[in-house]
């Protein structure tokens, strides 16, 4: 384990910027046989008297457990875990003595802001789709069909498509670079190994069409490229492309 060794505080963010007096929750932590809580960056005992402002926001995090990480304290580890997770919703904080606090969440989120992103699907990805379109533009990426818009830089997509990353890069990034270097960008991405696991077929499919572009000579183009900007040739080569880097058996391709 990365903090073996390490003594851990675990807690359970049970209000996050939350105004009220909390009373209720509280004692349902008490109840529960909670003991102490960080409220407000202050850790205080759940059974002492507090009174907290009903206009200000507050912050309540349950102290869940306070170990030593080691081997034999794995099952220990593991049930703390489940126990602060289910209390939050899947949101939990592991702060080791001396060193920067760790926050995990189960859902794609902003712990700093607490907004939750919806799932990654094709969709939110796509400026022809209502999910991912840049409202202002309406996926076009430009204003009153005149200048680029400036909500999107152009991208054509929403904030909460651009928050997506694929390593450091943003979508729009990868989209803007020539097909020639894109390649190179993609097979320099530093993933940990269960992502690695994840990404290896996906790239290597991305890999194979990239390739099977550039060898047709469209490695000048970008992936942000409009349909409606190419040439014939270059649609004509785009469709050859598809072909190339799919894995058909039995096909013949004529010089004509």
């Not at 005992?45 to 080691?70: A, C, M, N, Y």
Request: net charge neutral.
């Amino acid at each position: 384990m990365a903090l073996e060794g390490s003594r851990i505080h675990l807690y359970a963010p049970v209000a996050i910027e939350k105004p009220g007096t909390h009373r209720k929750l509280l004692q349902q932590l008490l109840k529960a046989g909670y003991v102490r809580a960080r409220i407000d960056g202050r850790l205080r005992e759940l059974e002492e008297s507090i009174g907290l402002s009903p206009e200000l926001p507050h912050t309540i995090e349950v102290l869940v457990d306070r170990l030593l990480v080691k081997p034999e304290k794995k099952s220990r580890l593991s049930e703390s875990l489940e126990t602060a997770s289910r209390l939050t919703g899947g949101i939990l904080e592991v702060e080791p003595e001396g060193k920067e606090p760790l926050w995990f969440t189960e859902h794609p989120m902003c712990l700093a802001c607490g907004v939750e992103l919806p799932p990654p699907t094709p969709e939110l990805f796509s400026f022809n789709d209502p999910q991912g379109a840049c409202p202002k533009c309406s996926g076009l990426g430009l204003e009153n069909f005149q200048r680029e818009c400036e909500a999107c830089k152009g991208s054509r997509l929403n904030q909460t498509a651009r928050s997506f990353k694929v390593g450091p890069f943003s979508l729009d990034e990868l989209c803007r670079r020539p097909l020639e270097e894109l390649g190179g960008m993609l097979a320099q991405l530093e993933l940990g190994v269960a992502r690695q696991e994840v990404a290896r077929e996906i790239l290597a499919g991305v890999q194979d069409r990239l390739k099977a572009l550039c060898r047709l000579g469209l490695g000048y183009l970008s992936l942000g490229r409009g349909l409606d900007t190419l040439s014939a040739g270059e649609a004509q080569r785009l469709r050859l492309a598809a072909h190339l880097g799919s894995p058909l058996v039995g096909v013949l391709y004529g010089a004509g």
